[in-house]
């Protein structure tokens, strides 16, 4: 029994989150064009600071199962990270894929809010051999965390489909020792916390389909430990032909302890229900997105073909999967400078000539200094680059990355606008085909599970406006 031991207070320490320090923000900051030789210098510093520090950043990896997030309680400001409790039990062969269908779908629901969250997501999967709760530890590369739900199998499992104990045990999984108790301290000050000191908002999503009374701990009460800064959201995955009320009833008591939402998914049909006029041109664009990559060495061309077998596994699942995977990774691309070459050029920029960075973001061609570009494209060798690249000249090169650094920045406008009247369409057409069948109240419902705990902390959403 996992909680046997613990008090009130510990399972509430065991949920507060260690503090993470947000990257820099790509915001353009005021500048004029560099008018001398000094001004010149300086730029070049700036760019070769910026170059050393990205060549010496730990490159993106995957979580595994069983490791445990390395968080250190120097790390302090306000995320949002999500968690996914899997239950992969072997009743549950089909309802995974019915999970797998929401992942970018929640993903995609946070990618609206301003200022723009820093989203990370973990999974943990139960109902499995007694006492064992394999794991991905919160990531915020998203492709390396869907990339392990892929790979859940659950052909083999049998075990305890626990609810309370699943929540307990993810509750304190996910941060070190030394960061539960930097934040437990923290939160047993009882003092007014300034922003940047508010530990992060957590957000769960409990998926399975048998009763959540089983086990030894109430799953009601443990979902009660969790608020004000951890929701329980629940999503009863059930065949509508095996529907229990008192299994349904359940569900909703935990989602309703926990300050979250009840959601059912049907998975006697189409797991993701609907298809949207917007989701073939979203798929479309995310293809030419990925197309756009342009890998830096050994890291690049793995990262770029990691990108492609994500994108070939979501057009496997209906279309609509596609498009929230377009929607999500348009909005959240942090860490791509480590391995792509146009994004790298675009980091060094932001740091070195910021009047260069925003007119390329923009599209302003006729304002854009191509020397400038080149001494950004020199910090990176040709060796490491594809052979196109590679047998460019650096004026050439820099030509071409500017050309790709627009045409990214015009893709993911396009996506995000699309985004928007996508949504408006899905909310629409759920309110009309409601009484037709309950799985249409998914689509506001997961909505609501992540945004309302966001609205109360102050993020707005500008496609409510």
Known sequence: MILCA???????????????????????????????????????????????????????????????????????????????????????????????SQFWRIASSVATAEPRPKLRIGLMAYGMKADEFPMVPLNDDLIAVYDQLLRLDISRNAGDEWVGEAIASASGRFWTPEATAAAKALWESEQPLAAEEAPPLRIYFVFGNETVYQGPSNAVDIAKLLPPLGHVNTVHCINPRHESPGDADGWLKVAEAGQGVAMRLDTGGDPMLVITPYDRDLARLNRRLTASYVPIGVLGDWMTQRQQNVDKAAANLPRSVEADLAVALAAWNDGLEGWDLVARVMRILSESDPATYEAIVLGQDHLVDLSIVEEAVRFVEPDQLPKAFARMTIPERAAAVAKAATEREKLRREIAELAIKRRFWLLRKAAEDLKKHWRWQLVPDLEEAVRAPLRKLGYEFRDEE
């Open 6 to 100: 613990a008090t009130p207070l510990l399972r509430l320490a065991g949920l507060l989150a260690a503090f993470i320090v947000p990257l820099p923000a790509l915001a353009v900051q005021p500048a004029t064009q560099p008018t001398t030789q000094s001004t010149a210098r300086e730029r070049q510093a700036r760019g070769a600071a910026e170059a050393e520090r990205i060549a010496q950043a730990r490159a993106p990896q995957e979580g595994a199962f069983g490791d445990e997030a390395m968080i250190t309680p120097e790390d302090l400001s306000r995320r949002v990270d999500i968690v996914l409790l899997l239950d992969c039990s072997g009743s549950m062969r089909f309802a995974l894929d019915a999970a797998r």
